[in-house]
């Protein structure tokens, strides 16, 4: 049996395959594996296919459409904002909205964060509306992508829980083991961060040697088994069988992420520890996982996105904005306290107004095209219609060819291949 390897090299193509061919009689051929790469065309494209990216020309084709298309849809809510904002006698034409003169740079964070709590001017408050508009946060139903997006989590009655009563996930969870309960809820990275510092620096007292600032920094963003490979040298383990059911296994496992915070563990233990509650923060990693974790600080902290934002500016005025995404009801949110306090100044700020900026122009998510046109008639099933007031069955399968109905059929057929899509209209022109 020998090995083949066979390749097809076209202009835009390489295809491939891996075979067994026999060399006796006794033995038998076989495909191992077959496979094919389109090569790009554009230069881009060419240029990432011999770095071996996997992106396909739709994939990017589809990406830059859709950047397209979000940029489309904010120029058309801009000019249904400003429009209304005129019509109310909000603004006018000379009104200027943009920063301009020495250290404006951030005055519009400093207004969006003011807004929130102070009176502003009304030409300031429309400078603050096109600030929401530009951004107005993560919405989808869809669920991630791709992995390193992680779970949207939201669970912050827990959070708020953990939060009040001065607690971590770890002793959260193993209450609700030793009563019973069998639904565990997913935590916020940020919380399980904290538990892990909290077991990190207790431990610290006993192993001082092991636990060096080096070693904790190789742990973070790692998962388990990373973490177990990362700690089997320095904690010298060679791996512990715990005894019992999987439901009593888990319960210890808790049970030592709650003594961690106050005694000392076992390394073989304090490892486990590491490795479990190391996994859980990589779950709740990604875009999705930041998103629950920044909406999280807003609540229990009880800001708005403009206040969160302008106070990092505060401290450091290099710091990067663009990539602190949250979620639309945060904005919305934002939004909502915002109007409530600058109306109690301006009369002109009507719940009326509220409804038709908030609902029609800023945060309207369009609906999805409806699909119903391209759903077709099978031609070989049975259908059930009415003929002269009775309901009939109709179809191949069902009428003979000497039936009456036959005819009916065929007219039914007919109409498939005409300009009808409307399922009704074909039955009212079939009857």
């Known amino acids: 049996m020998k090995k083949i390897l066979g390749l097809d090299l076209g202009t835009t193509s390489i295809g491939w395959a891996l075979v067994n061919e026999t060399e006796s009689k006794s033995e038998q051929s076989s495909i191992i594996k077959t496979g094919v790469r389109v090569v790009p065309l554009s230069s881009d494209e060419s240029s990432d296919f011999q770095k071996g990216k996997a992106t396909s020309i739709n994939a990017d084709r589809t990406l830059k459409r859709g950047a397209r298309r979000s940029l489309q849809r904010y120029k058309l809510r801009r000019s249904a904002l400003l429009g209304i904002l005129k019509a109310k006698k909000i603004i006018n034409e000379n009104t200027l909205l943009t920063e301009q003169g020495k250290d404006t740079t ?84 940020s919380d399980l961060q904290n538990e892990f510092d909290k077991i990190w620096n207790a431990q610290t007292r006993f192993y001082p040697n092991i636990l060096t600032n080096d070693l904790k920094e190789n742990l973070k963003d790692k998962n388990k088994g990373q973490t177990w490979k990362i700690c089997e040298e320095p904690f010298k383990i060679v791996g512990i069988k715990q005894a019992g059911t999987a439901k009593e296994k888990r319960e210890e496992q808790y049970k030592w992420r709650v003594q961690g915070l106050i005694e000392k563990l076992e390394l073989e233990h304090l490892v486990i520890v590491f490795q479990e509650i190391n996994n859980q923060i990589f779950k709740a990693s990604g875009l999705l996982g930041e998103i629950s974790d920044r909406s999280k600080t807003l609540i229990i902290e009880n800001k708005t996105v403009g206040q969160y934002l302008y106070e990092q500016i505060k401290k450091d005025r290099h710091t990067p904005l663009k990539n602190q995404v949250f979620y639309r009801q945060d904005y919305l949110n934002e939004f909502n306290l915002i109007w409530k306090t600058q109306s109690k100044y301006h009369k002109e700020l009507t719940d009326v107004l509220q409804k038709e900026i908030s609902d029609i122009v800023i945060f309207y998510q369009r609906k999805l095209k409806s699909q119903k046109g391209l759903i077709s008639i099978c031609e070989l099933e049975a259908r059930i219609i009415e003929l002269d007031g009775k309901k009939r069955t109709i179809g191949p399968r069902v009428i003979p060819k000497s039936s009456p109905l036959f005819q009916e059929f065929k007219i039914w057929q007919s109409l498939n291949n005409l300009e009808i899509k409307n399922l009704e209209d074909k039955r009212k022109i079939c009857i």
């Open 106 to 189: 951030f005055s519009l964070w400093e207004l969006r964060a003011k807004a929130a709590t102070e009176k502003i001017g009304l030409e300031d408050f429309a400078r603050v509306l096109l600030a929401i508009n530009k951004k107005r946060g993560y919405k989808s139903n869809r669920k991630a992508k791709a992995d390193d997006e992680g779970t949207a989590i939201d669970g912050m009655d827990v959070a708020n829980e953990l939060y009040e009563k001065d607690i971590t996930p770890g002793q959260y969870t193993y209450d609700l083991l030793k009563a019973d309960k069998k639904n565990i809820p997913e935590y916020y990275r």
